[in-house]
């Protein structure tokens, strides 16, 4: 079945880096791309962007341009997210999904980053 | 703030009926662009229970059912049970002037009494 298993938690201290990767199985990895999805403590889900498998084109949400990169590696059929100079507004659990046309099914578990001094 | 406005809450007894709107613009939902909605339940990964604005996914229940008109959507569960008390989120997309973006709804919880 179609799975995404996301790694684990970090811990980070603010205006570093943090690298979430997100591993596919299940299914033809370049048939489909990825969205990167966050929720904040007590928020709502914010989209952060996609990435097409197929020839790398992103899409990043206004808000996060110049601060986030979307990445894939075909060889190991594994989608990554780099989020840079973080706050402590960007403490939240950090979601990927699978993208068809314009929805998201199915989604990773989720990686809790936390943003702290 | 989100382009997709959601109320923040609904309830609705056992077996009941429970509809939640998602208002959008002539820049997302009232320029044709699909809406989709998610189920979140808390500490797990959001779940897609509508794409294209009515259909289900295998294994979503008849029972919950998509609708779009105009610049809004709806979902609606009907025989409201206890493990449909979740945070409920449409989607869609946005183009604007000032950009094309992914957008969620502001989210809607879901009560059951």
């Known amino acids: 079945q179609v799975q995404l298993v996301q790694s684990g938690a970090e811990v980070k201290k603010p205006g570093a880096s943090v690298k979430v990767s997100c591993k596919a199985s299940?299914?033809?990895?370049?048939?489909?791309?990825f969205a990167w999805v966050r929720q904040a403590p007590g928020q709502g889900l914010e989209w952060m962007g996609r990435?097409?498998?197929?020839?790398?084109?992103?899409n990043y949400a206004r808000k996060f341009q110049g601060r986030v990169t979307m990445t894939t590696d075909t060889s190991t059929s594994t989608a990554y997210l780099e989020l840079r100079s973080l706050k402590s507004d960007d403490t939240a659990i950090y979601y990927c999904?699978?993208?068809?046309?314009?929805?998201?099914?199915?989604w990773g578990q989720g990686t809790l980053v936390t943003v702290s001094s | 703030q989100s382009v997709l406005t959601q109320p923040p809450s609904v309830s609705g007894a056992l077996g009941q009926r429970v509809t939640i709107s998602c208002t959008g613009s002539?820049?997302?939902?009232?320029?044709?662009?699909?809406v989709h909605w998610y189920q979140k339940l808390p500490g797990t990964a959001p779940k897609l229970l509508i794409y294209?604005?009515?259909n289900r996914p295998s294994g979503v229940p008849e029972r919950i059912s998509g609708s779009k008109s105009g610049t809004s959507a709806s979902l609606a569960i009907t025989g409201l049970q206890a493990e449909d008390e979740a945070d409920y989120y449409c989607?869609?997309?946005?183009?604007?002037?000032?950009?094309?973006?992914?957008?969620f709804g502001t989210g809607t919880k879901v009560t059951v009494l």
């Open positions: 990435i097409s498998t197929y020839n790398g084109n992103t």
């Open positions: 294209g604005n009515n």
């Open positions: 299940g299914y033809t990895f370049t048939s489909y791309g």
């Open positions: 999904a699978r993208t068809t046309s314009t929805w998201v099914d199915p």
């Open positions: 002539s820049s997302n939902i009232g320029a044709g662009y699909e």
């Open positions: 989607q869609s997309y946005d183009s604007s002037l000032s950009g094309s973006f992914y957008v």
